[in-house]
């Protein structure tokens, strides 16, 4: 079974600063990899999606990478604002069935003004 | 920009008995999920649909549970007799070809 871990489970960092989060799976055979954010009580927001034959993705501010013979993934938030203080989940599709999404357990980001 | 909506966004609910959790996917997406998480824990796969019928579904997906599309838009979560275990956030989510997920903002349901 896919497991899913995510390193550090919580960072807090000063506003202006670069920071990457990094997340690791067990199961190289993956359909996709897709990272969001989630605020307090909130739902998912997506904020990159990354297919299984791709690097990386980037959009605005924010930077995934992929790398599947080794298991892993980074999340580059560059220029950080107290507006992303949020927890940023990994989720890695699955190649069979449906392409269910294995979660992990989050790092949670707090940027200080 | 298209969004999953789900209802009621909290639900309280006395141990025992049954409750409907409602999503309304995204048009033009083929296959439905719910996943939930526990407070405090990591988001959990429940069940997947597919053409009109469960495609997987994990071992929390036990006979207490079940989903239906009833009308060609809607895609319910129904807990026939829930538990103090049940309370969590219940998520909706949908998706089309190799696009991501989208995923509605969550049911918050507690049981008593």
């Known amino acids: 079974k896919q497991e899913v871990t995510q390193i550090p489970a919580a960072l807090s960092v000063p506003e202006g600063e670069n920071l990457v989060l990094n997340c690791s799976f067990t199961?190289?055979?993956?359909?996709?990899l897709q990272w969001f954010r989630q605020d307090p009580g909130k739902g998912l927001t997506s904020l990159l999606l990354?297919?299984?034959?791709?690097r990386e993705q980037t959009s605005g501010r924010l930077n995934a990478s992929l790398d599947k013979s080794s298991g892993r993934s980074t999340l580059y938030i560059a220029a950080s604002q107290p507006g992303d203080s949020a927890t940023y989940l990994c989720?890695?599709?699955?190649?069979?069935?449906?392409?269910?999404?294995?979660f992990g357990t989050g790092t949670r980001l707090t940027v200080i003004p | 920009e298209p969004e999953v909506t789900q209802t009621p966004s909290h639900q309280v609910t006395q141990m025992g008995q049954e409750v409907i959790l409602r999503c309304v996917p995204i048009?033009?997406?083929?296959?439905f999920y719910w996943y939930r998480q526990i407070l405090g824990q990591k988001v959990e796969f429940l069940v997947s649909?597919?053409?009109?019928?469960?495609?997987?579904k994990s071992e929390i997906f036990d006979d207490q549970f079940s989903v239906e599309r009833p009308d060609g838009s809607n895609f319910t979560l129904k807990i026939r007799s829930t538990k103090l275990e049940d309370s969590a956030m219940y998520f909706c989510a949908s998706r089309t070809g190799n696009r991501g997920y989208t995923f509605g903002s969550g049911t918050r349901l507690t049981v008593v």
């Open positions: 048009s033009n997406h083929l296959y």
């Open positions: 990354i297919q299984s034959s791709q």
């Open positions: 649909f597919y053409n009109n019928e469960i495609s997987e």
């Open positions: 989720a890695v599709g699955g190649q069979t069935g449906a392409n269910n999404l294995f």
């Open positions: 199961d190289s055979a993956i359909y996709n």
